[in-house]
């Protein structure tokens, strides 16, 4: 059993390799009557695509998405929608050198341990390619949020590359789209991006912090214990290619606080209740509180890289690795659309069962 599939209610399994003829998803669970279109899903596979300029990969892929199934007139049916994106510029032959040697810091070697065979070209199934198709589920996802609950923002951005960390003093929400670097500080990119070329230049990678918010996210989502909101979150942005942790709200730097501090006082507002921060990152004991859901995930270094590193073949011998081919220096930065997808499909995913137990969109009990 490879596990290939997420979600409970709003479920996707993904399909397809790096290198093989096309990847794609099919997407089970989407309510009925949500207006979906080929090129709503290509704004944001646009966002993650390749090529768009020297700061990522230089693979050039279209990453056209075709709908198979699951919609007519405009609109989904209820039925599995079926998503193919062609893989075009596959070069397998820069991995030929390899076919039988393991890449420090890939799945190379635990894919040969578990399967004893496997697809070398591009890493297969491990390859970051794989991301495309969710970031098309996560086109769906977004589209049927708007459709039931209109207002809710997904937004994710760099808050470190490497050395290079945001200074939240000179936060911009509006400049993130504005550079290549999802970075809300425009007056930084230059220097976020002459770190990166230096690191290029001199054949090495970094690794990354992306931050995701939702903003108008209703409070009541998500349940104690098994199904808690920020359990799923987790898990969908740790399956994500080279992720090493997630943290949510103060994560980590919630261990360096006292309890006075880190308790988010509530008030009654106007229209309910408020809180006088937000140190939970919007959810409380696994349900979402209605505040904004803050997370953040680290992306390791991009592992290939010209630089020689030490490694072994397949018969046990040693040997030394220069990863050939076209990779990014700084794959954090196209993993910032993928992680908007997967927030979008744990939410929807996580409101519709909570429609399901409580017949409601949004809170159930009374405040005041």
Not at 102 to 112: K, V
């Amino acid at each position: 059993m490879s596990l290939n599939s997420f979600g409970h209610l709003f479920r996707v399994t993904t399909w397809g390799e790096s290198h093989g003829p096309a990847l794609g998803a099919t997407v089970d669970g989407c309510p009925p009557g949500v207006p979906v279109n080929e090129a709503m899903l290509q704004h944001w596979l646009d966002k993650r695509r390749p090529g768009q300029n020297k700061n990522m990969t230089q693979r050039n892929e279209p990453d056209a998405v075709q709908i198979l199934s699951g919609v007519f007139e405009g609109r989904t049916t209820g039925t599995p929608i079926q998503l193919m994106i062609e893989n075009t510029d596959q070069r397998s032959r820069d991995y030929g050198d390899i076919a039988n040697t393991f890449r420090p810091g890939h799945a190379d070697i635990t894919y040969h341990q578990k399967y004893g065979h496997r697809d070398y070209r591009g890493g297969g199934r491990s390859s970051a390619r794989e991301t495309a198709a969710r970031v098309a589920a996560g086109g769906i996802a977004r589209a049927a949020l708007d459709h039931l609950i209109p207002g809710v923002q997904i937004k994710g951005y760099m808050v470190r590359m490497g050395a290079m960390v945001l200074n939240r003093a000179g936060f911009d929400w509006n400049a993130i789209d504005g550079n290549d670097f999802w970075l809300p500080d425009a007056a930084a990119a230059p220097e976020w991006e002459a770190y990166l070329q230096k690191l290029r230049k001199d054949h090495n990678s970094v690794g990354a912090v992306i931050e995701l918010v939702a903003r108008g996210v209703p409070a009541g989502l998500g349940a104690p214990i098994y199904a808690k909101l920020d359990t799923d979150l987790a898990a969908a942005c740790m399956s994500i290619n080279a992720v090493k942790a997630v943290e949510i709200g103060e994560g980590m730097a919630a261990a360096e606080l006292m309890g006075t501090d880190n308790a988010d006082e509530i008030y009654m507002g106007e229209s309910g209740p408020e809180y006088s921060s937000n140190h939970a990152g919007g959810i409380l004991g696994g349900i979402s509180t209605g505040q904004e859901i803050v997370l953040r995930f680290a992306v390791k270094p991009t592992s290939s890289i010209l630089s020689p590193r030490a490694s072994i073949r397949v018969d046990g011998t040693p040997t030394e690795v220069v990863t050939k081919g076209r990779h990014d220096p700084c794959v954090g930065i196209r993993a910032v659309p993928v992680g908007e997808a997967m927030m979008a499909c744990v939410l929807l995913d996580h409101l519709l069962l909570h429609r399901g137990q409580t017949g409601s969109m949004g809170p159930v009990g009374r405040i005041g």
